[in-house]
């Protein structure tokens, strides 16, 4: 302690409260739901809460319903990561050129991901809604269908509807980010691509994407983090439904936990997304870091 000076003292004194704070909403809430998840912690019978250990992982991994929740969320991330990547890096090359309002749709880009998730969802319920839909109402006028389409309601549509609506959302960030990793790259690159003849083309392949790598990794590992964990639009278009069709892992834990009132379980299961989320991330990161 007499080595240490006197701001770092006083910097001690200041982040402390800080620190404790955040142990306690954070850390303490992290720490106790693991505990709980190795107890069968059941609202509907508070008083009996027996240790089980592993017991709760066991049972989560070997239910049916659990692993068809994760086969859903997986197939629901990897259609939302790819669009995103691929809308996201058309949109960041076209505000990367110089044309008349330029700005201004930049500034119109953000718009989408400044809206709040829920109302979000709310606009897109409306926008599928099968009675008085704005999707039904264009396809009509276009002459594509002629009667009203229950979009939502369609177990093979459910999953890529969603995803459109969260598509939607995520595209101007990563655009945003993109576009930044674009602005970045040496224009010698281009200059010496250019007197070695290459067409735009070639330009595009062997200059642009390889030094969009680290934005790509970027936007790819924090869009899987946003994916994976998905809740908002699954609970406010389907509620899991129709038939299970939209049932990813983070509505089977709020149902398992809220409705169920198994909190045992329930932590079993979030901690499980935890570890698979991590694991994905660690992976992406490495196959996309060597490339690098």
């Known amino acids: 302690m007499q080595r240490i000076s006197h701001d770092e003292r006083a910097a001690l004194g200041l982040l402390g409260p800080l620190a404790v704070v955040l142990m306690a909403v954070t850390a303490f809430p992290i720490l106790y739901s693991l505990w709980i998840s ?3 912690v059941n609202l ?17 991994l070997g239910d049916a319903q659990f692993l068809e929740s994760v086969t859903r969320t997986a197939w629901f991330s990897a259609i ?13 090359i076209l505000l990367d050129q110089e044309f008349p309002g330029r700005r201004i749709l930049s500034a119109c880009l953000l718009i989408p991901w ?5 109302a979000n969802g709310l606009m897109w319920k409306w926008i599928y809604d099968a009675n008085y839909g704005a999707l039904n109402g264009a396809l009509m006028q276009l002459g594509f269908i002629t009667q009203a389409q229950v979009w939502l309601g369609n177990a093979n549509r459910t999953i890529p509807l969603i995803a459109n609506a969260f598509i939607w959302k995520e595209v101007p960030l990563a655009a945003i980010l993109l576009l930044v ?7 010698d690159l281009y200059a010496a ?10 330009r595009f392949v062997h200059v642009t994407l390889p030094a969009m790598r ?10 899987l983090l946003m994916a994976v964990r998905h809740f908002d639009l699954f609970s406010l278009l389907t509620e899991g439904g129709p038939g299970g069709a939209s049932d990813v892992l983070a509505w089977r834990i709020y149902v398992e936990t809220f409705r169920n009132l198994s909190f045992g379980t329930g932590a079993a299961m979030s901690y499980i997304l935890a570890v698979a989320t991590l694991a994905a991330s660690y992976a992406l ?3 996309m870091a060597q490339r690098l």
Do not use: M
């Not at 990793?181 to 224009?187: G, R």
């Open 214 to 223: 680290p934005g790509f990794l970027l936007v790819a590992l924090y869009e």
């Open 181 to 187: 990793t674009l602005k970045s790259i040496p224009s």
């Open 114 to 118: 400044a809206i709040p998730s829920v």
């Open 38 to 40: 190795l107890f069968a």
């Open 44 to 60: 509907r019978r508070p008083a009996r809460q027996p240790f089980v250990g592993l017991d709760n992982y066991l049972h989560v």
């Open 193 to 202: 691509a250019r007197v070695d003849g290459a067409p735009a083309w070639h």
């Open 80 to 92: 939302a990561v790819l669009a995103v990547l691929v809308i996201a890096t058309l949109v960041a």
């Open 285 to 287: 990161i490495r196959s």
